[in-house]
């Protein structure tokens, strides 16, 4: 086996590998997942030059498509119509308690969230009537430390997945990548509390992508059962256990989170497959979210709920403004979206820049995590406090039915340190919760409310908090601090554009909003729908679509999404939906060229062969042929049979169970119906270093065919690897076998395997460095 | 050739032909399009035992895939980024125009209809009020005489694709089937005036259906440049000449059409690809004609119209009905629910009865046709102005702040025959425009406004129209008839409930209405849109869905939907997103056993053997093979070579060319770029017959290498049909090659190739009728 090993040795950096757990044993911290913004794996795995030393993406890729093997199809076959039946109404029932369980933990956030930031707002400006500025700040300042600390405590500790808005993940999870310890109940836990944490402490980040997680997280752990450690092992339950049923509940967990526009956000952003029945199980459970919204609020009427219920969910109205609008208002439409596209994607870049700073950073160790989100708390809250005090008091417009100063938690003129009858225009903005800016900077029929001085400020500030919040350890959503920046020169574009248009400064903050979300996240029809339920004007659809496409074709031209470089920074392997121009001139076959030979088995194989083989290489698929002659037609010639292709996972059962023979044989059905259960073969469970396998067990032998599965996809090698790709990504595969053009003895059926890694456009580039010159000329 | 010749000619059935301009040649009334009801095919194309005398589909598949040949290549090489711009411009250009125009052409055919019907109804009431009665019957029957005789004379006579819906043609030619004469400029003209005419008439039909096809043919012209025999040649116009770009506007051209949640019914009910991409350039569409609809309505205002702006388009408003209900009233929830369920798929089943003995009518010839449907005509008329006189007249309810009673055109309490102070219930739902009647049904806060009789008469007449009126030529849409039937027996059942129930006969209608829609379509999301739309009220949400969910469910488990009983009725070969559970226990190897040897060609091959072979079978593709040594490997055993596929367009291209070599040699690149262009190549016009080629040219050679497409999608022959049938729908195939498991001298390279339609269940159960069983069990 000398040579032969160290053939093997070499292509260890085969893509997906089953290397999670043991890596996380090892160290924790150097999981990839508990540093999400290094990009760790510039390695191409199918180049052979690049592997010394290289490492690989330790991420195993999700298996969509049906393994369709003797024992499946026994199973397939051996269900009774009742079970059919209990299957789909488990899948029903599951889609309700995602919907279910997502609203009431939304619910409950927004309570807590309403209440905590509420309190802490009516005793500061306690203090500040009282002209006990300082105390108010250290106040203040206190409490908004203490919320961070907690946040961050939990997340740096218990769950570092919980940290950030974890839509990236979940995007690459849908696509066929698992990023583990992503969906446990620790994690689920620590962001509901992380959340509610960051956001009463008034960090520039919003609530809205940590509840999509929340919404995948109990979508997870419904189809498993619970917790890790404490599943249910109900028998219907296991219908669940297998990556596509997951895939499904996931995409319902994902849209439930994001109920405003979710099952188009769902469709447009985050799932990679589609099915029209799955469009109707994700709209039901988003349903329920919304009902169970809408029953919360109903019911925390007059004030049930603490301070919840003025503020709420986000929700703007600006159906009461007279959309009167001519021709000539296109220029300032046009300009909010060109200046989304530029802005957008000068925002993609600098945050960029930012994560791999505070990536250095977060890599030193936890305490470094910790004092990073702690001084960023400190400096928010100074900000947000210090800065009103620069602003000037503008006298109450008495024409306005508004109450004019206000004191309380929320209200669109706050006193903080005026006179009577003045108000501060700064302190609106900044000294509130998140969503009660928005609402107040979206405001329509006020154009004398704020000075532009005071937007200046507000913009800056933004501008520089959306930069540095984010990559803190903190659960934190980019809908909330894109939507506070976009406003704020919108509304600024509307004070300077007031005499020349007669669009409201309230509907340029709103234009402004979705301008630069769709410069910076490229998503337009979910975005157009959930603008279009904020402002609740369908007439101003057509200037909204305007804004939100030439904002996207801006931003399109500089660089890719935000959430693109997120996912490229955490080096999860994801596929894209279009392959690159240049993939039409390169084929499969040269890509399996500069790849390592493939290792394959025999129908019946040597039990050493199979463990040196597990031990000495990371691939998760293994080719299954046979020798001998063409049964069927008359040919006479030496031939090879391709039966199909095993998996990882299952050998290691093999080896588990000693599912050994004697003698060189091909069994009965009844032998491996006797051994394995369909239900057991869907675990992923097992690493080859845990098997014990005696010396004699080594000589003796198994019939793999049962457990093959015997549909692989297959392509010829003559195939386009943009095509190839279509392919790939369409069905849903993890292995994708190459097969020669020439048809003749001798050949090998299987010429190579291709993965997802090996499709990837970056890593095919690091081989083939002249397609990169085509794609630039 | 002689016994080669008798071989292919066996093979003529297989699936996609090119034969359909011949057809139509001989006699227009013997297209199966002109007769769209009968179940023509009932023979396995794979089936050789089963061919003589059998007729095909003459229907084409169309070509989702990228031909990669080497003058596509080439072509696509040389493309400048301008050419580029250009075409992303052009592509939303489209969109815009496919929009507006269809939003103009919407409110051209509500003006027009609001106008017509409305006059008529005016008149009527006069003769009525001066106690007219004959007169006015004899005036109301003439009107709709002569409406429905424009309407049916011109589908009859011009266009008989324009009868009918036209949603299932579309639905089977996004899922890859081209109907022919489809989208042309008659058809499109003969839709609008016929629709008008139709629906004037107070035929039991709508507008929607129509309005979908309107879409979709403007959608086509556009992209072809206007009419067949006018079409402009613009340069750029020529990169939409291919299937994919043509899908792709014919699908925003679809959800324009039905701009009540357009974009969900295109994605849940119409489209069978669909792309991220898409997803925003229909929404552009979409959004484009509800703004023109909006500013039609405004322009108006106040009678600038004419009668149009009272009625209008379709949206009732239910918002300001307190929705209180408690818990108990999930029970009649759940009757209608399951009342719509069983009567959606009884109507379904009498529907598709009904449609057959239609068939046998008009085959006949024109004037049957003609006669069908003024009978149906009179028959309407006569009903919905003689069935008033049976009911009583109520006293107007003085506590209603609604006029009443009425004697306009509109209006809740039709005064009709009965004294001042009384109205005629049964007149106010039938002696009005559908959409009228629609309204007056869903009227809320009225409840002893009918009389439980009158709604026994209303429903039991609209059951008997919605069954006899579909069939009849003239352009009819499905979704007003299932409406009033269904609104019909919900208000009933909200009578009967009345004393138990806290929910509103108006809402009772309209659940009514929404569960037979979804017993008879099987729609769910896009109509849960849609009568949320109607309902205005996120409250009901939640009983609206679980109404749809009963009836679909309960629905499915006795027929398929109304849409997939038509298109099985037309014998369009519509590939089912979900394969067939039989389908995994057997193998493309199996199916490709039983069908006629695959007839292919050398790279370079004799010009006879490529006429004899065109001539002599239909297949549309034909694989290239070359045959030597394996060049790369060192292996020294003879070798066959797949090179790929070329298709019938192309060969005959080569022979209309006459791209004929003297020698057999392989030719060099300019030698082909010379004689085609990758436009030309995309078309799809010619046929053998026309193509006069000498008796020395046919001793000479043609190289096919270049116009092969070198990337065809493969099978290996173990792979089950149910995954084969997965990548050919979601991958958009017209042709897959099924290439052997073993890897021996001698064995073809190709073993067989499967089209459509041999992987359509129906055509796989005539030649396998075991399965058959295995599913019933």
Redesign the interface.
Known sequence: MGEESSLLKESTSINDTNMVEEVEERDPESNPLNEPLLKRNRTLSSNPLALVGAKVSYIESLDY??N?NDLF?QD??SRSRTQVLQYIFWKWTLAFLVGLLTGVIATLINLAVENIAGYKFLAVVNFIQKERYLRGFLYFTGINFLLTFVASILCVCFAPTAAGPGIPEIKAYLNGVDTPNMYGATTLFVKIIGSIGAVSAGLDLGKEGPLVHIGSCIASLLGQGGPDNYRIKWRWLRYFNNDRDRRDLITCGASSGAPVGG?LFA??EVATW????L??RT??ST??V??VL?ASIELCHKGKCGLFGEGGLIMYDVSDVTVRYNVMDIIPVVIIGVLGGVLGSLYNYLLHKVLRVYNLINQKGKMYKLLLSLSVAIFTSACQYGLPFLAKCTPCDPSLSDVCPTNGRSGNFKQFNCPKGYYNDLATLLLTTNDDAVRNIFSTNTPLEYQPSSIIIFFALYCILGLITFGIAVPSGLFLPIILMGSGYGRLLGILMGPHTNIDQGLFAVLGAASLMAGSMRM??SL?VIFLELTNN??L??IT?IVL?IAKTVGDSFNPSIYEIILHLKGLPFMD??PEPWM??LTVGELVDVKPAVVSFKGVEKVANIVNALKNTTHNGFPVMDCGL?PT?G?A????????IILRAHLIQVLKKKWFLKERRRTEEWEVREKFTWVELAEREGNIEDVAVTKEEMEMFVDLHPLTN???????E???VA?AM??FR??GLRHMLV???????????VIGILTRQDLLAYNILTVFPHLAKSKRK
Do not use: D
């Open positions: 498509e049906i369709e199809k397939w076959r099952v469709l447009e589609w099915r029209s029945a469009l109707w709209f039901f349903a329920v919304v009902v809408r337009t029809v157009c369908l007439l659809l057509p679509m496409l939906a279009n039409r001139n063409v037609t040919v010639n030496e031939a090879t049979e391709l039966h199909g015997t549909t692989p996809f297959t392509v010829l003559s195939m386009s095509k279509v392919l369409q069905v097969v020669p053009k020439y048809q003749a003895s001798g050949v090998s059926p």
